[in-house]
Structure formats: structure tokens, C-alpha cells
């Protein structure tokens, strides 16, 4: 990841409610949420959601997927390992003992012929 693609990823993320749309469909995991679904868990009227999906969107952070008449929304793994990988990958001096714990987040390697349950697919998220 380049560093303008890690600060307009960490831009979106830098408002309460988008911060929120995120983390809730960080938790949904794969199937995502309509973006109804995310309107009323959240209590945002569909004007507001639609602005911060969009932001969350052109970051690459989320993407959509119309359904008939519904739009659903869900993370993309990939962007949220590459930012935070871009985040601590030189974490401690290249030594993550001292880190705590807390390891660099490099893409997951898919094992050939598996799909990911679904528990699987949110512990990746």
C-alpha cells in the first residue's frame, strides 16, 4: 500500500459514523448488510449512510452489490489487511517482541481448493 492510499483509507475512517458503518460490517462479515439494515442499526437517515458509504466506497474500504431493489454492503478483506500491514510493518524495529503481541498483518494465504466458512471469513475481516 502507498501512503496516499493508507491516508485516504484512514481519512474515511476518521468520522464517528463511518467509523461505525465499518465496524458493523466488519461484523457482519462476508454477506455484508442492505444498506437499510445499516440505516437502523445505526439510527442515520438514509441521506447521511448514503454520504458516508460513498466515502467508505472511493476509499476502497467497502464495496456494494445491488440485489433487486437492495444494496448491500460488506468490507473488503483485502484493504483492511493491506492498511494495517502498511500500519505495523516496520513495527519495533523489526522486532515483534517488543511489540506486544501485536504482529504484522500480511495478506492471508488461501489454501488451494477451501472456501472459508463463515466464521473463518469474519475472523479475516
Same mark, same amino acid.
Given at each position: 500500500?502507498?501512503?496516499?492510499?493508507?491516508?485516504?483509507?484512514?481519512?474515511?475512517?476518521?468520522?464517528?459514523?463511518?467509523?461505525?458503518?465499518?465496524?458493523? &460490517?466488519?461484523?457482519?462479515?462476508?454477506?455484508? &448488510?442492505?444498506?437499510?439494515?445499516?440505516?437502523?442499526?445505526?439510527? &442515520?437517515? =438514509?441521506?447521511?449512510?448514503?454520504?458516508?458509504?460513498?466515502?467508505?466506497?472511493?476509499?476502497?474500504?467497502?464495496?456494494?452489490?445491488?440485489? @433487486?431493489?437492495?444494496?448491500?454492503?460488506?468490507?473488503?478483506?483485502?484493504?483492511?489487511?493491506?492498511?494495517? @500491514?502498511?500500519?505495523?510493518?516496520?513495527?519495533?524495529?523489526?522486532? =515483534?517482541?517488543?511489540?506486544?503481541?501485536?504482529?504484522?498483518?500480511?495478506?492471508?494465504?488461501?489454501?488451494?481448493?477451501?472456501? =472459508?466458512?463463515?466464521?473463518?471469513?469474519?475472523?479475516?475481516?
Amino acid at each position: 500500500m502507498e501512503m496516499n492510499s493508507a491516508v485516504r483509507s484512514l481519512a474515511a475512517l476518521a468520522h464517528e459514523h463511518r467509523l461505525g458503518v465499518f465496524r458493523l &460490517l466488519v461484523q457482519a462479515g462476508t454477506p455484508g &448488510l442492505a444498506a437499510g439494515e445499516i440505516a437502523a442499526a445505526l439510527e &442515520l437517515p =438514509p441521506s447521511s449512510l448514503s454520504f458516508h458509504l460513498a466515502a467508505l466506497e472511493g476509499a476502497g474500504l467497502v464495496t456494494a452489490t445491488r440485489a @433487486g431493489r437492495f444494496i448491500h454492503y460488506r468490507v473488503e478483506p483485502e484493504a483492511i489487511r493491506s492498511l494495517l @500491514g502498511y500500519l505495523t510493518e516496520d513495527c519495533c524495529e523489526g522486532r =515483534p517482541e517488543l511489540c506486544g503481541g501485536v504482529q504484522p498483518c500480511a495478506p492471508a494465504a488461501k489454501p488451494a481448493g477451501r472456501r =472459508p466458512t463463515a466464521k473463518q471469513g469474519k475472523a479475516n475481516a
